[in-house]
């Protein structure tokens, strides 16, 4: 069976395909833009496969082997010269673009790791887990140096801020969670969400955080006043 991906651009209020191109051998899992060049794509599949992707391109630039189950989950790190993927064992796998090759691996989850982002300044990334657990990874040290604990079911969702001095995490207890790097613990949690928080992004500009739930709503979070500023209602 083979999976495509459809890449689509937005006119004023239509949107129109742009490309279609199959991705993996079966299920496409995860995919992510490159934010600095936003030309390049990555995708995880159950074939355990990580492809790389030139927007306007039908073929992989790029296939990176290594994982030994489904990749639940990609990014890149803020240059896009390392790619990270995080798979259905745990296990976290750092790739340097150039050499395509495994520069680092990462285990301490217990299962899935869901999701996974890379800090905009250091040489860190956080992951989010099946165990519950949130963990912080230093390329460096090449270890976990913070594992945070509030969540009490599937961390689906996380992303460090603009800043770079918190991380806000949703999963499928349906809060969305605030913590502060520096001090190392929670600085806020949302919950007025009425199902698993399955995404989440910061508005470019402004301090804002917009979630998406499986309530079928988005919510708009003020990240300076801690308030819910807008919500969208569920289709009927």
């Given amino acids: 069976m083979t999976v495509a991906v459809t890449v689509s651009r937005m006119a004023t209020k239509r949107?129109?395909?742009?490309?279609?191109?199959?991705?993996?051998a079966s299920g496409v899992n995860c995919t992510k833009f490159g934010r600095r060049t936003s030309r390049i794509l990555i995708t995880g599949g159950?074939?355990?496969k990580v492809n790389v992707w030139a927007v306007g391109k039908p073929s992989a630039i790029l296939s990176l082997s290594g994982l030994t189950s489904p990749v639940e989950s990609v990014s890149f790190d803020s240059s896009e010269v390392m790619i990270g993927a995080g798979a259905a064992s745990g296990t976290i796998k750092i790739w340097d673009i150039e050499e395509a090759k495994v520069?680092?691996?990462?285990?301490?989850?217990r299962s899935n790791c869901a999701s996974l982002d890379f800090h905009p300044f250091g040489e860190f990334f956080a992951s989010g887990s099946s165990d519950t657990n949130m963990k912080i990874w230093d390329m460096r040290k090449k270890r976990c140096i913070h594992t945070y604990?509030?969540?009490?079911r599937r961390i689906d969702a996380l992303r460090f801020t603009p800043d770079g001095r918190w991380i806000v995490s949703g999963g499928a207890d349906s809060s969305v969670k605030i913590w502060d790097l520096t001090a190392g613990k929670l600085l806020h949690d949302f919950r007025l969400h009425d199902g698993p928080v399955n995404c989440l992004d910061f508005h470019p500009h402004e301090f804002l955080l917009a979630t998406g739930s499986a309530d079928k709503t988005i919510k708009f979070w003020d990240l300076e006043t801690f308030e819910l500023i807008g919500s969208s209602e569920p289709e009927v």
């Fill in 103 to 109: 520069v680092r691996t990462f285990t301490g989850h």
């Fill in 46 to 48: 159950e074939d355990q």
């Fill in 149 to 152: 604990q509030g969540h009490t």
């Fill in 15 to 24: 949107a129109y395909k742009l490309q279609e191109f199959v991705a993996h």
